[in-house]
């Protein structure tokens, strides 16, 4: 027989096209097998045997992870396959809380979803009996261990993806979990609060945290007045909860819906980018200027702010200082908004409706305030606000198209930008050449910067200097990016980093979609607001002249400073305890800690630490001393860092050691 | 007066013994490099020194390695030779395998338990000397019931001969001092 470069499926000749696997070789047919553990931009992992087939002469096998060769002979749908599937359903849910009815994934489960598609009526296991502990110490996520199906996508997406590695497996076999470091709470370890890991969990095994209760709550409290601010990212995807096809425009929908579930005042965040943007170009060209502190990273995605907190210390000088967009806009309702009103910080409730959960988590910093009061005092989700929309029975496709209220509500297309991957660097090159230059820049479109691929670059001449701009986003080519930085392979002027693939618009916090072609719609539907715009450049927006005129003098002054900026500090990797060496009970000891965290310890720091274990005896001091490793001091920048008592002294490298010891640590001690 | 003297010399010591250790960490890291192949050797030594796996030294391992603490936590606790309890200083394992079991290898267990005054599910002593366990087979099914104290493995046993074999143990413990 001719050996063709085919296959029969089901009986179908199917040509091979170097597809990689059987599975992917189905949907091109237009046969949908089920998968837990199968996504596109994850490595393949073929854990969960939903994805079975049967072939000739070779038996049952997962079709994701086996590749067909010329001449197999596949079956998908045979009375064998079907066994099988249904058992591994069975077994699956025999392990798993079936608590549908309360669950936060119910109606959009892919195990429920699957066992109702494979007519799953009866289990014949019993349930499990071990009920583990929720995990709700995150501001952004809820892990509920008992939901999870060790299918691994979250494990997987948190390291491949975003770089980060907060959750993996532990134990095995039927102690197998999949959970952070030392079983550790998620607030406890270096959890950037994406959300990612919720939006490819199959079930609700990780889930957004639901706020919204509070959001009822402040409505119905009379005493409040409450003002709701809306993301980019939201008018393009809200409608895909109700039916609408993803990237469509419902921006007056969306407004429409807020004010009838009660909000006083619906704003537009898009006023903030604005701001933003000429905040960060002014701060860019100073930077620029003085040749200082380049390249210059954005700062409005939070997920990447903690990031790099935790583990790029050497750049966050690099940071720009500015607040993202919806700190900025809450702090401009607090400082002045509610003063011209005649209004204290804590008469009115800002309530923001993102894609993200990550900023959950940033509008909780205690530094975000006014007088005590959070800045933004509640954050929900795409998914909640459409929650509320459903309760509140809003019948969203009838709902009457409305507008922003002012003055927060008028915006312009580079405001709406933000929402995409490529958007805030656009937004900026729309600016710089005309602060710089005092003439507008003939080019508004920078084709080079939008689209999915994981690094984008652009040129662009302002005043004669060729300024090289880099996008990424996913944190894992973010990652990427900046080791090729450190070892001198890139070199750029400006970054803009966003943690979620396809930036805001694939938040966490949007309508769950796993896939790619979604979010592209989601950025079309960004790319046309801003063409439908009026105004396309963030400067030419009179609304903020105004808010300079009126609360801030002009760009990067004192007053935009305390209201717009912030600073960055370190943060440790994981909470946890110290490393004892020298213990003393002695009242009168000095206490030393050598940081052995990641930047201290490639600096030297353990033979910092080596260096004093060795003076102690040479002044034979030992029993004074209480010595100990710990993992992070915040003193990244100039590491290694140690802590004499209450004083952090930076930069006591191994050859400092000695001196040090001397100087800092045997004064002490004979101080006494 | 004396008991102060005392406990403040054993504070001095178990110093001692803390800084001998961390330093054999980094020994043991440093020779055995840091590719994430080298994790599981490095896991053991760790643990033949520390006799357990303490969760700030995995984390100290997953830093100096560049590796998610949650990564290391998954190895340590994926493998059963690893503990990440402290272990007493003798780890007594008594066989449970079939061979084991029907020879009585449970009154075995109990006269273990009661001279050690452990109860209930807890495994090592309160001043971490003995660590009591059961495993499926030691592979010595000939001495049925087998106990192993340390890398030392006792066959036939009885609860009178393990009583006698403990009395060695500590009376040559009290002459080493
Ligand atoms: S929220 Fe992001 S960083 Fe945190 S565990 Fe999930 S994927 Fe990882
Ligand atoms: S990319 Fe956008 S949605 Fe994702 S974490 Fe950052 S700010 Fe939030
Ligand atoms: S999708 Fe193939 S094994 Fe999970």
Not at chain 1, 301 to 327: D, I
Not at chain 1, 630 to 652: A, D, H, M, R, Y
Request: glycine share 8%; with cysteine.
């Amino acid at each position: 027989m001719e050996q063709k470069n085919t296959v029969l499926i089901d009986n179908q000749v199917v040509e091979l096209n170097g597809e990689k696997n059987i599975l992917e070789l189905t949907r091109k047919i237009g046969i949908e097998l089920p998968t837990f553990c199968y996504h596109s931009e994850l490595s393949l992992y073929g854990a969960c045997r939903m994805c079975v087939v049967e072939i000739e002469g070779r038996g049952i096998m997962a079709s994701c992870s086996t590749p067909p060769t010329p001449g197999m002979k596949i079956l998908t749908n045979s009375p064998r396959v079907q066994r099988v599937r249904r058992t591994v359903l069975e077994l699956l849910l025999a392990n798993h809380e079936r608590e549908c009815t309360t669950c936060d994934r119910n109606g959009s489960c892919k195990l429920q979803e699957l066992a109702n598609r494979f007519g799953v009526k009866k289990i014949r296991f019993g349930e499990r009996d071990i009920k583990l502990p929720l995990d709700q110490s995150s501001p952004s996520i809820v892990r509920d261990p008992n939901k999870c199906i060790l299918c691994g996508d979250c494990v997987r997406m948190c390291s491949e993806v975003q770089g980060i590695g907060a959750l993996d497996f532990t134990g095995r076999g039927s102690k197998a979990t999949v959970a952070p470091a030392f079983n550790k709470q998620l607030s406890e370890v270096e959890c950037v609060n994406c959300g990612q890991c919720s939006a490819v969990c199959p079930t609700g095994a990780l889930v957004v945290k639901d706020e919204t209760d509070k959001a009822w709550a402040a409505i119905n409290n009379p005493e409040k007045m409450v003002v709701v601010q809306v993301a980019p990212a939201v008018r393009v995807a809200l409608g895909e909860e109700f039916g609408l096809p993803a990237g469509e425009i419902v921006t007056g929908k969306v407004v429409s819906a807020l004010k009838r579930l009660g909000f006083d005042k619906v704003f537009d965040t898009c006023i903030t980018a604005d701001l933003t943007v000429i905040e960060e170009t002014n701060e860019f060209i100073s930077r620029l200027q003085q040749g200082e502190k380049l390249p210059q990273f954005t700062s409005c995605c939070p997920a990447w702010v903690k990031f790099a907190e935790h583990n790029e210390a050497e750049f966050l000088k690099n940071l720009s200082s500015c607040r993202s967009p919806q700190q900025m806009f809450g702090s401009l309702i607090k400082k002045h908004w509610a003063a011209d009103l005649g209004k204290k910080p804590e008469d009115i409730i800002v309530v923001s409706i993102m894609p993200c959960t990550a900023k959950k988590f940033e509008a909780s910093l205690p530094h975000f305030s006014t007088d005590g009061v959070q800045d933004v005092d509640l954050v929900l989700t795409t998914q909640e606000l459409a929650r509320m929309i459903r309760e509140a029975g809003l019948v969203f496709e009838q709902l009457d198209i409305e507008s922003f209220d002012t003055p927060f509500g008028f915006t312009s297309g580079a405001g709406v930008l933000f929402g995409a991957t490529g958007g805030v660097a656009e937004a900026v090159l729309r600016a710089a050449h005309e602060f710089v230059t005092g003439e507008p820049i003939d080019q508004i479109n920078f084709e080079e910067v939008r689209g999915f691929k994981h690094l984008k670059e652009a040129k662009v001449e302002i005043a004669g200097q060729e300024i090289k701009v880099a996008v990424v986003h996913g944190l894992g080519n973010a990652k990427a990016l900046l080791n090729k930085i450190k070892e001198g392979k890139a070199d750029y002027h400006i970054i803009e980093v966003m943690a979620c693939p396809g930036g805001c618009i694939g938040g966490a916090g949007q309508p769950i979609s796993p896939s790619m072609e979604t979010k592209k719609k989601r950025a079309k539907g960004i790319y046309n607001a801003d063409k439908l715009s009026q105004l396309r450049k963030s400067q030419d927006n009179p609304v903020v002249t105004k808010f300079y005129d009126q609360w801030l003098e002009k760009p990067n002054s004192e007053q935009a400073h305390e209201a717009l900026h912030t600073a960055y500090a370190n943060r440790g990797r994981i909470i946890g305890e110290d490393i004892q060496l020298l213990t003393s009970k002695q009242p009168d000891k000095v206490d030393i800690a050598v940081c052995v965290g990641t930047c201290c310890y490639l600096k030297g720091s353990y033979d910092t630490l080596k260096k004093f274990m060795t003076q102690a005896d040479e002044a034979k001091v030992r029993e004074k001393i209480n010595l100990h490793a710990t993992f992070c001091l915040e003193g990244c920048e100039q590491s290694p860092s140690i802590k004499v008592n209450n004083e952090i002294i930076n930069g006591v490298t191994p050859d400092q050691a000695e001196t040090v010891f001397k100087e800092k640590i045997l004064t002490k001690l004979k101080e006494d | 007066m004396k008991q102060e003297v005392l406990t403040e010399a054993m504070e001095g010591d178990r110093s001692i013994v803390y800084q001998r250790k961390f330093e054999k960490v980094n020994e043991i890291i440093n020779r055995l490099g840091k590719s994430r192949s080298a994790l599981i050797p490095i896991l053991q030594e760790v643990q033949e020194e520390y006799r357990y796996l303490p969760e700030e030294i995995l984390t100290y391992i997953a830093m100096a390695m560049g590796l998610a603490p949650a990564s290391v936590f998954g190895v340590a606790t994926f493998y059963a030779q690893f503990s990440l309890e402290p272990k007493g200083k003798y780890v007594i394992k008594i066989c449970d395998g079939t061979a084991c079991h029907v020879r009585g290898s449970d009154p075995v267990k109990e006269a273990i338990k009661k001279r050690v005054n452990l109860t209930g599910n807890k495994k090592t002593t309160e001043d971490l000397r003995y660590t009591v366990e059961t495993v499926s087979c030691l592979g010595a099914c000939g001495l049925a019931p087998v106990v192993m104290i340390n890398d030392q493995i006792y066959g036939q046993m009885t609860p009178e001969a393990i009583n006698v074999i403990l009395d060695q143990l500590e009376k040559g413990e009290a002459e080493d001092e």
